[in-house]
């Protein structure tokens, strides 16, 4: 089936740097990348939607200017997590949507990131 | 507001027996439907897409869709401990932008 590589996997930072999480679609086109949050025991959060070439579409509440998002390519997203603080630790979770052979969307492995 | 309704659960079943899985949806024009397993700090993992009414069967899995009563479902035949997940409902429309359900918790014990 198809991949959805994320990299790193687990990130510790020091509060007030930025971190950035990949995201890559291995074996197809990603026409449109997610990117999500989830806190421990709760629901994922939608936090954008991008589309490659484009600026990315941000839910309501979540602030563009910290969480930096890039979609450079079909097959490659990135998320930048600016001047992180504690609060921003969480799972942050890409997914990609196969938009050429149908609109199935398959997630990343996710990434634990904890500031401190 | 586009909605996707799954009983939270925990919904606990033997070994062996079949979980049978729901998830309701407001959008009438939903096209695409999904169910995904999310193990305890892991991300989703695709099990199943449906995008026509009736059954669709994969191995022990089977998802039913049924638009004109908006609902979908999800049985998992000789239910394993391993199966021990929260499986998650998924629906896009033409936007292709997924709404989630907020997942079912189900325990299959020995």
């Known amino acids: 089936g198809a991949v959805v590589s994320q990299h790193p996997s687990w990130v510790i930072c020091k509060s007030g740097t930025s971190v950035k999480i990949e995201c890559r679609s291995l074996d197809f086109q990603a026409t449109t990348m997610f990117w999500y949050r989830q806190f421990p025991k709760q629901s994922l959060m939608l936090m954008a939607t991008?589309?490659?070439?484009?600026?990315?579409?941000?839910e309501q509440g979540v602030e563009k200017d910290k969480f930096l998002i890039n979609h450079a390519s079909l097959t490659l997203s990135t998320l930048t997590v600016t001047s992180a603080h504690p609060e921003d630790s969480s799972f942050y979770i890409c997914?990609?949507?196969?938009?050429?052979?149908?609109?199935?969307?398959?997630f990343g492995e996710g990434s634990w990131l904890t500031v401190v | 507001q586009k909605e996707v309704e799954q009983n939270s659960g925990p919904l606990s079943v033997p070994e062996g027996a079949i979980a049978s899985l729901n998830c309701t949806y407001s959008d009438r024009g939903s096209q695409s439907f999904f169910w995904y397993r999310q193990y305890s700090g892991k991300s989703p993992e695709l099990i199943m897409s449906i995008y026509s009414n009736g059954d669709k069967e994969d191995g022990r899995f089977t998802a039913q869709l049924n638009k004109a009563s908006q609902y979908v479902s999800l049985l998992i035949r000789d239910s394993q401990p391993s199966d021990s997940a929260t499986y998650l409902c998924?629906?896009?429309?033409?936007?292709?932008?997924?709404?989630f359900g907020r997942g079912t918790s189900l325990i299959v014990h020995p």
């Open positions: 997914s990609a949507r196969d938009g050429y052979t149908g609109n199935t969307i398959y």
């Open positions: 998924a629906v896009t429309g033409g936007s292709y932008i997924p709404t």
């Open positions: 991008s589309n490659e070439g484009s600026k990315a579409t941000y």
